[in-house]
Each structure stands twice: as structure tokens, then as C-alpha cells.
């Protein structure tokens, strides 16, 4: 059975290989069909992607923060002010993951 597996892999393989060259091959407009595809799809996974995890991010800092500024209400001013500046950062990499987004979409 394992060896059925690898043969049917091997198989796959071996079309991709023989196919996909032709998919991809630029034409006299620019990019293949399959390389615009992939572009679209790359670019609205990538931001899908960065914006979930930096809303992740966003999330565990501000509950850490809060957290700090509940066990110390004291050392509220010097919680907030680098939580700030972090969520600040984490956006900031999601802007860079848009722009990116919208660069490889004016490729298409």
C-alpha cells in the first residue's frame, strides 16, 4: 500500500512537472493565468493571515496590561504608555503586510 502511495506521488510529481512549466510561462501581457492566481490567492491569505495574528497579538498585550494595572494600579502610567507603543508596532506590521497585499494585486 505504501508503495501504491509513493507511486501515485510520484505520478503527481511527474504531471506537475510536465504542466505547470506551461501554466506559469509568461506571456506577451506579462504573468501566466496560474502565476495570477497565485498571486491573488498569496496576497489575501498573507493579509487574512497578518491581520489574525496581530489581533491575537493585540489581544494578549492589552490583557497583559490590564492584568499588570489590576495586580498595580500605581504603575498604570508606566504600563500604558509602552502597551501604546507596542500595539502601535504590532498595527504597523499589519499596514506593511496590506501594502505588500496591494503591490503583488497591481502585478496581476
Do not use: C, H, W
Amino acid at each position: 500500500m505504501k508503495r501504491l502511495f509513493s507511486f501515485i506521488g510520484l505520478a503527481v510529481l511527474a504531471s506537475f512537472g510536465a504542466f505547470v512549466p506551461d501554466a506559469f510561462a509568461a506571456t506577451e501581457g506579462g504573468l501566466g493565468e496560474l502565476a495570477k492566481m497565485g498571486l491573488g490567492i498569496g496576497a489575501g491569505v498573507g493579509i487574512g493571515i497578518a491581520a489574525g495574528v496581530a489581533g491575537v497579538g493585540q489581544g494578549l498585550a492589552t490583557a497583559s496590561a490590564v492584568d499588570g494595572i489590576a495586580r498595580n494600579p500605581g504603575a498604570s502610567a508606566k504600563i500604558q504608555t509602552p502597551m501604546i507603543i507596542g500595539l502601535a508596532l504590532i498595527e504597523s506590521l499589519v499596514i506593511y503586510a496590506l501594502l505588500i497585499a496591494f503591490l503583488l494585486q497591481g502585478k496581476i
